[in-house]
Nanobody, 126 residues
Framework: QVQLAESGGGLVQAGGSLRLSCRVSGRTFDWYTMGWFRQAPGKEREFVAS????????TYADSVKGRFTISRVNAEKTVDLQMNSLQPEDTAVYYC???????????????????WGQGTQVTVSS
């Protein structure tokens, strides 16, 4: 059974930083690409960042490029999202997800992911 648990959300002022962490249960964490997505109130879920299983390739949504950094520690079965220069438009519930295909690619479509966490709320005040 694979379970994902996010932590690290909270309330921060514009320009501030937060670091989200996702811990994954299961024995095959290092076989899979991991991703972060977010969903703001009244909007569809959108891609934020993805990192491949080796941690040597990542991709980001244009809206967060240069401000967010995704990383992973396979030995600890964790994937983190460092968020800097946060803006009110970054307010959303953030979800981590595991890709369903064992590969070294990165993925931006949520259809490429089969396991999801419960989400953690990030609120950025102006």
């Amino acid at each position: 059974q694979v379970q994902l648990a996010e932590s690290g959300g909270g309330l921060v002022q514009a320009g501030g930083s937060l670091r989200l962490s996702c811990r994954v249960s299961g024995r095959t964490f290092d076989w899979y690409t991991m991703g972060w997505f977010r969903q703001a109130p009244g909007k569809e879920r959108e891609f934020v960042a993805s990192i491949n299983r080796n941690g040597d390739s990542a991709t980001y949504a244009d809206s967060v490029k240069g401000r967010f950094t995704i990383s992973r520690v396979n030995a600890e079965k964790t994937v983190d999202l460092q968020m800097n220069s946060l803006q009110p438009e970054d307010t959303a519930v953030y979800y981590c997800a595991r890709a369903y295909v064992m590969s070294s690619s990165v993925y931006q479509e949520d259809a490429e992911y089969d396991y999801w966490g419960q989400g953690t709320q990030v609120t950025v005040s102006s």
